[in-house]
């Protein structure tokens, strides 16, 4: 579920860095949450599910639409000027944010070992930034506060995967994106053609698929076993940039991107040894 996931995500990344030519980041992101609203409500009404958006978690809901749709605005933005291999391998660092975040927010205790991990990580995102080079900009660092924010949705995701449906959990997220997104029309508003019509209903398609599976995945399987897999995002983003920019990452992309990858699969490992600690 997980490696599928990342081929539905890249695609997704990579067309919205194709629209982002022509169209205001903002809209693209109304594009894509509008066209997941439709197709989920869509799946929902053929199968019948609406009991199934009784919950006692409105607030995580909130919460959780909250950080999908600032993360998704921020990367967005930094598509239009970076190159998308930078701008995910900065992304990988989301996982480490998740190491962090999950003392405040889930109690859990992280030792010397995974905030090292951690560090490491971050020196990875400086890597790929290049911060004092000749081409950093203060934009370059946006996908890393995107990952920042994907980290608090995933947290948050955790908190109520145990009583929520799935499906239900991307519905209340894209329908909260639309809205705020619709509100904000006005402000960047493009009459679509029907290239630019097509490509958002891909990305919406796409992302609701790969949010759906992330979700059930984590469902069934914690960040420790899955953390490896989602690094190969890279490689499709790659290939499918290739594909469509004829560019390919800089050397101190990838290194920075396997700087980052090592730490988050040490902290993976971590994670697994404490689990079994906990349950043996």
């Known amino acids: ?3 599928t ?13 194709y629209l982002t030519a022509s169209v205001p980041p903002l809209h693209i992101v109304w594009l894509r949450y509008a066209a997941s609203t439709l197709i989920l409500l869509a799946i929902v009404g053929i199968r019948g599910e609406w009991a199934s958006f009784r919950t006692r978690r409105p607030g995580l809901h909130l919460l959780r639409g ?9 990367f967005v933005l930094a598509l239009k000027v970076l190159p998308i291999a930078d701008a995910t391998a900065t992304g990988f660092v989301a ?16 030792g010397w070992r995974r905030w090292a991990a951690t560090l490491a990580g971050l020196v990875g995102v400086l890597i790929v930034v290049r911060p004092g080079g000749a081409d950093f900009q203060l934009i370059s660092l946006l996908p890393a506060v995107s990952a920042l924010l994907w980290a608090f949705a995933l947290i948050v995701t955790r908190m109520m995967s145990g009583t929520e449906n ?43 698929a790969g949010q759906w599976m992330v979700i059930v995945a984590f469902r069934y399987a914690g960040a420790s076993l899955l953390a490896p897999f989602s690094y190969s995002q ?9 594909m469509l920019f004829s560019t390919l990452p800089d050397i101190w992309t990838l290194v920075g991107a396997a700087i980052i990858a090592a730490s988050g699969l040490y902290t993976a490992h971590r994670e697994r040894l404490r689990a079994k600690l906990v349950t043996g």
């Open 234 to 242: 890279l490689l499709w983003v790659s290939i499918f940039g290739f």
């Open 95 to 110: 996982p480490l944010f998740v190491t962090a975040l999950s003392i405040p927010m889930l109690g859990e205790r992280v």
């Open 166 to 208: 799935p499906l239900a959990t991307v519905t209340y997220s894209t329908s909260f994106g639309a809205l705020v997104m619709a509100l904000l029309l006005p402000l960047h508003w493009v009459t679509p053609t029907w290239e630019i019509f097509w490509i958002g209903l891909f990305i919406g398609a796409v992302a609701t």
């Open 5 to 17: 996931a990342t081929i539905f995500l890249s695609a997704g990344d990579v067309a919205t860095k």
């Open 66 to 74: 909250c950080g999908t749709i600032g993360s998704s605005i921020l």
């Open 1 to 3: 579920m997980i490696l």
